[in-house]
């Protein structure tokens, strides 16, 4: 029998109308899931954000009001898809509310505020999803996949490169990603969120690290204060004021498992737009995938040495590409990644089993960017486990 799910989410930009559209395409790609997603309520503080999740979104109603999603008795599941200085209050809020959740990454301002939603969310016993998209990736699915079944032999080298141009241009307007108090983290929160979570998914556990960061563009014009998105751009004559985090973090990684690695963010780069590169080298094989061509996995094999990489396209088999293409060779889009990341939540909030991507990885995500941030400060080599408070950097010391 087929269960209504009644659906509430806080904040309208690009991830809310995602989440939304997400969970209305999840009846047509996974048609046994048998829930029938129902979108009750939208919370938005821009008018314009509210009518447009009711008029085109098809939200039965909307709100400015976030709190009113969580006391609304038709709301079985809540997606949290503001800005990062709200996403503590709203999970911590929402778990107390015994609701389950599905949150954007990184779940908070800095590492310790993640640390609370975990603890919140484990005492209310409520399931969750987060959203790291890019894991459920087909081709990224398959690299996975061989390197657990040993076909790459022992992982030694693992690289990866998230590095973005969204915020490259000086224009680029200071929006509440660049603010310490509304952001908190910068490129840590963002785009490395994505990339801790993925090196820990793809090779497990990291023992230590050390980091280095950077701010290459200082400050910004200030925004108008209307919903901009983080790609808008302001006039050249309008008031500057200092960007408080970082553009930029690079770091280097010592697996549990032996590996080492490198991992690269940036939001300030020139020329790529957003790649993001997945690397690792075995003793007996090596994979590479890069989201620019995310239906491609380039395969080594060290048995084949003189046929060199070689291009396999995503399948079906490989993840969940057999819902939404039927032959190798026909793309998938980011936007499927998060139809996939809608199903690993419902299907979670179904069976009351809390399936991997959840607020436990998140945690353990931030342990690693906690450790990011010490050793960004200090200079030296951090071990992984613990969250520490974070410190308000100084601009000026780290350009
Ligand atoms: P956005 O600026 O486009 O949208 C944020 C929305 O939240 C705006 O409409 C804003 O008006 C609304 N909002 C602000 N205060 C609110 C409140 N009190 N109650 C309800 N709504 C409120 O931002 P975005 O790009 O959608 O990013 C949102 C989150 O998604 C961020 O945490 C970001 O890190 C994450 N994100 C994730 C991915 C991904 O690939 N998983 C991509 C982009 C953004």
Redesign the pocket.
Known sequence: MTRTLGVGV???????QLHSASYQRLKYHYPDVNVEPRLVIA????EG?QQMAVDRLGFAESTAN?KDVLSHPDVDVVSI????F??REMAVATAEAGKPFWA???LGRYPSDVADVGEAVEQAGVITMV?F?YRYAPALQRARELIAEGALGEITHYRSTFIADYSSHPDGVL??RFSFEQAGLGIL??LMS?AADMALYVLGPIERLTAQRAVFIPTRPKSSGD?E??FARAAEDAEHAPVENEDYVSALLHFAGGARGTIETSRVVVGPHVRYVVEAHGTEGAVAWNFERMNELRLYERRNQDAGYRTVYAEPGHGDFAHFQPAQGIGMSFDDLKVMEAHQFVSSVVSGEQLPGGVPDAVAMMQVISAMERSCESGVWEDVGEITPSMRMSVEGVA
């Not at 806080?10 to 809310?16: A, D, V």
């Open positions: 806080l904040g309208m930009g690009w991830m809310g919370a938005d503080p821009d954000r976030w898809t503001t800005p990062n709200l996403h954007e990454k990184p959203g998209n929006t509440w929160g963002d994505h919903a998105s983080h």
